[in-house]
């Protein structure tokens, strides 16, 4: 297939990429090569390569910085979806979106399903529904993907963040009443990869398997790396943030697995794997 990928260069885009690169022609683009946020450049340009196929993995997920800078934030998480969806629609070509667990308001109880009520609380989760929403006004043949608690081997994660911390912590303090599912972008992108090659359109929650908390997340963290640090747990009120975030976020991977594909494997295993590649 030809595949077209937007945000190659982040986190999740570098891993795309690696997984897809082998079996694959990719188109691969940048803000700087193509910025979603350009209605007539987006829709003219997957004119121009037609494409098998579009990953939109370009977003602004800086959660706090989308609360303070609400125009950016709709604009590239809102429009720019909504360009892309234009650009696939004129050409009959599939999409597939990366959405968040932002969209849920965070009072449940139990895993969210893909058809439970939406309800975003922050700027950030608004402006990444705008995208979904547009997305199913435009397109019949699409993919969006809600996942969660990001990290990969490429930029700023929670993971890094801890161990980089820790070389000049002994204490650290860490939420505690946020739980979700940490999820390793390379175990994400194999899945996208499976997706891909299927007729099984929809929206799909993708992470890994398990949750924790922030809290639990850092400790075990510091447990496989073999730190020495103590993790003191606070309330998401203590540790002020400009944006809000769902107090749970679990996402049950129902459509994934009813569609016949493995779950993925545990957020403890791929936490394993990741430290030990960054060692």
């Given at each position: 297939m030809k595949i077209l990928i937007t945000g190659s260069n982040g986190m999740l885009g570098n891993d795309l990429v690696e997984v897809l690169k082998d079996n694959h022609e990719l188109i691969l683009t940048t803000s700087k090569t193509l910025d979603i946020t350009d209605k007539n450049h987006v829709i003219e340009f997957i004119g121009e390569n037609k494409p098998d196929i579009v990953i939109n993995s370009a977003a602004y997920t800086n959660v706090d910085g989308c609360e303070e800078n609400q125009e950016t934030a709709y604009s590239i998480n809102g429009d720019g979806v909504r360009n892309l969806a234009m650009g696939c629609s004129k050409i009959d070509c599939p999409l597939v979106h990366i959405s968040t667990d932002y969209v849920f308001n965070g009072e449940n109880t139990r895993p969210w399903v893909e058809d439970d009520e939406i309800g975003p609380i922050s700027v950030y989760g608004k402006s990444k529904l705008k995208g979904e929403e547009a997305i199913l006004e435009i397109l019949d043949k699409f993919f969006i993907i809600r996942t969660a608690w990001l990290y990969g081997i490429n930029g700023g994660n929670f993971p890094k963040t801890m161990l980089e911390l820790a070389k000049n912590h002994s204490e650290i303090t860490v939420v505690y009443d946020e739980i979700g599912t940490p999820t390793y972008t390379p175990?994400?992108?194999?899945?996208?990869?499976?997706?891909?090659?299927?007729?099984?359109?929809?929206?799909?929650?993708?992470?890994?398997?398990?949750?924790?908390?922030?809290?639990?997340?850092?400790?075990?963290?510091?447990?496989?790396?073999?730190?020495?640090?103590n993790v003191i747990p606070v309330t998401a009120s203590e540790f002020a943030r400009p944006a809000p975030r769902p107090h749970y976020s679990v996402l049950e991977n129902k459509k994934w697995i009813d569609n016949g594909f493995e779950p993925l494997r545990n957020y403890k295993d791929a936490i394993k794997e990741y430290i030990e590649l960054i060692k």
């Amino acid at each position: 297939m030809k595949i077209l990928i937007t945000g190659s260069n982040g986190m999740l885009g570098n891993d795309l990429v690696e997984v897809l690169k082998d079996n694959h022609e990719l188109i691969l683009t940048t803000s700087k090569t193509l910025d979603i946020t350009d209605k007539n450049h987006v829709i003219e340009f997957i004119g121009e390569n037609k494409p098998d196929i579009v990953i939109n993995s370009a977003a602004y997920t800086n959660v706090d910085g989308c609360e303070e800078n609400q125009e950016t934030a709709y604009s590239i998480n809102g429009d720019g979806v909504r360009n892309l969806a234009m650009g696939c629609s004129k050409i009959d070509c599939p999409l597939v979106h990366i959405s968040t667990d932002y969209v849920f308001n965070g009072e449940n109880t139990r895993p969210w399903v893909e058809d439970d009520e939406i309800g975003p609380i922050s700027v950030y989760g608004k402006s990444k529904l705008k995208g979904e929403e547009a997305i199913l006004e435009i397109l019949d043949k699409f993919f969006i993907i809600r996942t969660a608690w990001l990290y990969g081997i490429n930029g700023g994660n929670f993971p890094k963040t801890m161990l980089e911390l820790a070389k000049n912590h002994s204490e650290i303090t860490v939420v505690y009443d946020e739980i979700g599912t940490p999820t390793y972008t390379p175990d994400l992108a194999k899945a996208i990869s499976q997706l891909i090659d299927t007729d099984y359109y929809g929206i799909y929650h993708i992470t890994n398997s398990g949750s924790c908390s922030w809290c639990e997340f850092a400790r075990y963290i510091f447990e496989i790396a073999d730190k020495d640090v103590n993790v003191i747990p606070v309330t998401a009120s203590e540790f002020a943030r400009p944006a809000p975030r769902p107090h749970y976020s679990v996402l049950e991977n129902k459509k994934w697995i009813d569609n016949g594909f493995e779950p993925l494997r545990n957020y403890k295993d791929a936490i394993k794997e990741y430290i030990e590649l960054i060692k």
